[in-house]
């Protein structure tokens, strides 16, 4: 049972680039969630999907897009990525009618 | 305003002290509070979970919940140098909805 799972730990980008980062639960979670956590700023959240097939924005979804594949992943993109996506990206999914959520070990993106 | 204030700290405790962390809200319709937990560079893992106001104990940690104040703390009694990390407060209105987290406060124990 590994949890939540991220790919890739570390990646660095050039400004204007694009790239996928994956997430992946196998504890049969119906809700997932994209965070970014900057210095001072806390976890703020992208997107989250309550269910298979829904996708909704949260606080700060400008930039990024976002593809529930089936239950058990959810996708965040970046079209063309700016400095100021330079962030750890964390996953998070929980399980139906709870708050606890399960988070992933996170993504640390550099944007040059 | 932020929907959720956290002192950021850095706070330093000797260990055995009573550490004490807490967070204000401005939402009233808040009903779900929770406490998280971040060592350096990894996720927050779920500390606490506590539901409207009161309060929950569970080992050396104790959650509280004034909705009447909009106020939440989380105390850590007996610290140990493991305790020394990162503490997030969080909330949200409903289940399976969107959750408010605060900056969080940096915590260290020192042996």
């Known amino acids: 049972n590994a949890g939540v799972t991220q790919t890739p730990k570390f990646q660095v980008l050039k400004t204007g680039q694009s790239m996928t980062l994956q997430c992946a639960q196998d504890?049969?979670?119906?809700?997932m969630y994209w965070y970014r956590q900057d210095p001072g700023m806390g976890l703020r959240l992208i997107y989250y999907?309550?269910?298979?097939?829904?996708?909704d924005k949260g606080e700060v979804p400008n930039g990024y897009n976002v593809s529930r594949l089936n239950k058990r992943e959810f996708s965040l993109r970046l079209e063309s990525a700016a400095p100021s996506q330079t962030s750890v990206y964390f996953c998070?999914?929980?399980?139906?009618?709870?708050?606890?959520?399960?988070f992933g070990p996170g993504t640390r993106l550099t944007v040059l | 305003q932020k929907e959720v204030e956290q002192d950021p700290g850095p706070l330093s405790v000797p260990e055995g002290a009573i550490v004490s962390l807490n967070c204000t809200y401005s939402?009233?319709?808040?009903?779900?509070f929770m406490w998280y937990r971040q060592y350096s560079r990894k996720g927050p893992e779920l500390l606490m979970y506590?539901?409207?106001?009161g309060n929950k104990e569970d080992g050396r940690f104790t959650a509280q919940v004034d909705k009447s104040s909009k106020y939440i703390s989380l105390f850590i009694r007996d610290s140990q140098p493991s305790d020394s990390a990162t503490y997030l407060c969080?909330?949200?209105?409903?289940?399976?909805?969107?959750?408010?987290f605060g900056t969080g406060t940096s915590l260290t124990v020192i042996p």
């Open positions: 998070a999914s929980s399980p139906p009618a709870t708050n606890e959520q399960f």
């Open positions: 504890m049969n979670h119906n809700s």
């Open positions: 999907s309550a269910s298979e097939g829904t996708t």
């Open positions: 939402n009233s319709a808040f009903q779900y």
């Open positions: 506590t539901y409207s106001s």
């Open positions: 969080a909330m949200s209105v409903n289940t399976g909805n969107q959750f408010y």
